[in-house]
């Protein structure tokens, strides 16, 4: 018998950024092999949490008990020493080296250690066989292997470090079914060993066939822990949503009137994240994009714009076909676009409010041999100013001098004054307080108004109800519903976006 009921145990756990509260005072507590769920919405503070627990980051309050004893984890070297690996999408091996050199890679940071790769490979198989991969060969560098051994190699370097805590962020996301089948048999064999598995991840499905234990956090807080026998898909849906919708999303008036088709993806694929997209945007609408981290929704905007290329699949454009080869060529083609990275992508910072709104069709003031109509920029700079309503006297001030709503308005107004018709926001009230989110979407139902077609991506499932017209949802690279204003609410778009 243990003297510990808990694995590991976080109480009271809090953190904060920016003054906006990401955790508030919550809870995980994991018993010795059993493989425990932590669900929530996006932005619920589960990734937060986990890296808290890693050491990659720091709680601003709350405790953390290992075995029984209280713990400080400082950094991501302590969260190692106390037995703790977190297995991200996005693995954290070397490609070109074999699988028995990433596994016990680091074993190669001792000065002056001669390595015995004979020993290092029959390390490396026997650490193999006792998961039940013995079929990989230790020789083989990494990057020829399928993602689902990449993972199992990942899984093995952990273990190599004495792992009694395992967290396995959205670990199906890029496996197959018969790949599944294979984790979900590592997962078994790690129980029975006695490790603790947190296990995230979306899909209500595997999460009821592999999970003993579920938490569910929203909007950062705790909302509660069941027994996964105990509970079914709806009661836990309901456990993960059920806010209201806020007040401050506007409604639109009799001036909307929704025209023609501005933009069309029929079939698209791009790489393995879009798979089958297809959706038509129109004039005087918005629409919103809908689904779960890794759902493929960035990835398709990439396509549409250029960014990444087009494996197949059509893009129309006021009804016809067009080839877009780069994120310039969109934009000279009227499809603006604002991206989630406001900071690095959407603005320069230390740059003056006038520039920053009119750098993007400066040609409209350049004259013979390269010389500036100052006038008439200040005029259109000042014009943007009053239709998107960016609060500042002075246009030459800095961006940097703004709130972070009124930065984000001055994106805005950038792709306005390039005269693009078809608007695509990205994540367009990231980052700024209700006020500012208050007056966006103002400005969002003013440029419907003027027959702007809007394509609003954002990971708010409220927002998508708040402010959109219809809702395209996707899930694992491919649209998989349509839903229309009066069916719009977070149970739909949750069911659709987990396959229910």
């Known amino acids: 018998m243990t003297d510990f009921e808990y694995a590991v145990e976080m109480r009271n756990i809090s953190k904060s950024f920016d003054g906006v509260h990401a955790l508030d005072g919550v809870k995980l507590a994991v018993k010795q092999g059993e493989v425990h769920a932590l669900m929530g919405e996006n932005g619920a503070g589960k990734s937060t949490l986990i890296k808290i627990l890693s050491g990659a980051y720091q709680a601003d309050a709350g405790e953390v008990f290992i075995k029984g004893k209280n713990v400080e984890i400082r950094n991501t070297k302590d969260g190692n020493d106390n037995g703790i690996a977190v297995i991200y999408q996005e693995f954290a091996l070397v490609p070109h080296l074999s699988v028995a050199e990433n596994i016990f890679i680091d074993e190669f940071g001792v000065k002056y250690q001669k390595i015995n790769w004979k020993d290092l490979r029959a390390r490396a198989r026997e650490a193999l066989e006792a998961i039940g991969f013995g079929d990989i060969d230790p020789r083989t560098p990494v990057n020829e292997l399928s993602v689902a051994y990449q993972q199992v190699v990942e899984i093995c370097k952990a273990l190599s470090r004495d792992t009694d805590i395992l967290v396995l962020d959205e670990p199906t996301a890029v496996l197959t079914t018969r790949e599944v089948e294979k984790l979900f048999f590592l997962i078994n064999g790690l129980k029975e060993r006695g490790v603790a598995v947190i296990y995230i991840s979306h899909r209500l499905e595997e999460v009821f066939r592999i999970t003993d234990r579920i938490t569910v956090f929203k909007d950062g807080k705790y909302v509660d822990t069941v027994n996964t026998k105990d509970v079914d898909d709806k009661k836990l849906v309901s456990m993960m949503i059920g806010r209201d919708l806020a007040s401050f999303f506007p409604e639109r008036d009799e001036r909307q009137k929704v ?166 926001l990205d994540e367009p009230t990231r980052g700024v307080d209700v006020g500012a989110k208050m007056e966006i979407f103002k400005l969002i139902n003013e440029l419907v108004y003027q027959q702007y077609a809007v394509l609003m991506i954002s990971s708010e499932m409220i927002e998508i109800i708040g402010m959109c017209d219809r809702a395209i949802v996707f899930r694992e690279g491919r649209t998989v519903g349509e839903i229309k204003k009066d069916e719009l609410s977070e149970e739909v778009l949750i069911h659709y976006a987990m396959g229910l």
């Open 259 to 424: 025209g023609d088709v501005a933009l069309k993806v029929e079939n698209i694929r791009a790489g393995r994240a879009v798979r089958d997209v297809s959706f038509e945007l129109r004039q005087g609408e918005v629409l919103g994009l809908s689904g779960l981290v890794g759902a493929g929704r960035t990835e398709t905007l990439r396509a549409i714009l250029g960014v990444d290329t087009l494996d197949g699949g059509k893009v129309w454009l006021n009804g016809k076909v067009v080839s877009i080869k780069s994120a310039q060529d969109a934009f000279s083609k009227g499809i603006g676009f604002l991206p989630e990275d406001r900071k690095n992508q959407g603005v320069l910072l230390r740059m003056p409010i006038k520039y920053n709104i009119t750098f993007s069709c400066i040609q409209k003031f350049t004259k013979f041999f390269g010389w500036i109509m100052q006038k008439a920029e200040t005029v259109l700079a000042m014009s943007m100013r009053d239709k998107v309503g960016i609060k500042t006297n002075n246009i030459n001030n800095p961006v940097s001098s703004l709130s972070g709503g009124n930065q984000q308005k001055v994106a805005i107004a950038r792709i306005l004054a390039s005269d693009s018709k078809i608007l695509i």
